[in-house]
């Protein structure tokens, strides 16, 4: 079992009368990729905050890399890099100055090495010598990343990186992320993209009205939320109407000769519904499957989450 990058119980944090983190927690994995999904306001860039010693918890223990946040803040900032949601890079400086300068800040040894190989990595050695200036969005991006490593930390905060990027370039930050985690890096990645964290994350965690409306996995996220089904297409009136009168709690479309049978698309329930069809002599012409995706959870948890508050 990998032991813990990331450590937190009991984290509550709020801002005058209101609550930001209410008593929150949950572990991240070294190596792997552990995703903060939530609305506009539900806390992910104060949790990110916390954690990489930018603001202080209320209550709870935070402990990143091994150490307390409150009282080893130095340790752990020397454990951590962080990619916040704006690239924090210096547009009147190339892409080369900018990466000098922070090795030079962390007191990198051979720090010129290190620059050739990051802007090799992220594929900036054309434009290394050009000002931010004149770079795209996803070139600041790739740098601001680039920053992040030098000192090759071995956790690393993305907080809503690829916000305001093309699907090219996000691609691109998404095959950067899984280079890192093969070499043993861990990522705490905030995004408001779920087909992003559904790509990337190990674990992910839906953060609403300060609170965890869930974590897990992405299937085991995605089999909460009902709404599963399998849709059977025929092209024999037939065989739609003897689908149709025998099985149960079934949907039915008459026009396009389609039975729809609520399932959470497990092999067993496929299984079953397979060996029925063959022992009633009924062939379907198509069989699909559909299970909720990210979407459906992300929609269902939060509006749960956000009724709850409401009624309080």
Known sequence: MKSSAIAVSGLRKAFGDKV??????????AGSVYSLLGPNGAGKTTTVNVLTTLAKAD??????????????????????????????????LSGRENLRMMADLKRVPSGGQVITRLLERFDLTDSADRRVATYSGGMRRKLDL???????????????????????SRRTMWEIV????????????????????DELADRIAVLSEGRFAAEGSAEELKRLIPGGH?????TD????????AALREVTTDD?????????DGSQRELRSLLDWLDSAGVEADELTVHTPDLDDVFLALTDRTSTKAAAR
């Open 237 to 244: 009136p037939v065989a739609y109407r003897a689908a149709a």
């Open 230 to 234: 399998v849709r059977l297409r025929f």
């Open 255 to 263: 026009e396009a000769m389609t039975v729809q049978i609520p399932s």
């Open 59 to 92: 209550e709870g223990s935070v402990r990143v890399a091994g150490h307390d946040v409150a009282t080893a803040t130095e340790d752990v900032r020397a454990a951590i890099g962080v990619t916040g949601q704006f690239a924090a890079v210096d547009e009147l």
């Open 178 to 197: 899984r280079e890192l985690v093969a070499d043993g890096t861990t990522i705490f990645l905030t995004t408001q993209y779920l087909e992003e964290a």
């Open 20 to 29: 930001v983190l209410d008593g929150i927690g949950f572990q991240v994995a």
């Open 146 to 168: 680039a920053m992040t490593l030098v000192g090759s930390p071995r956790i690393i905060f993305l907080d809503e990186p690829t916000t305001g990027l093309d699907p090219r």
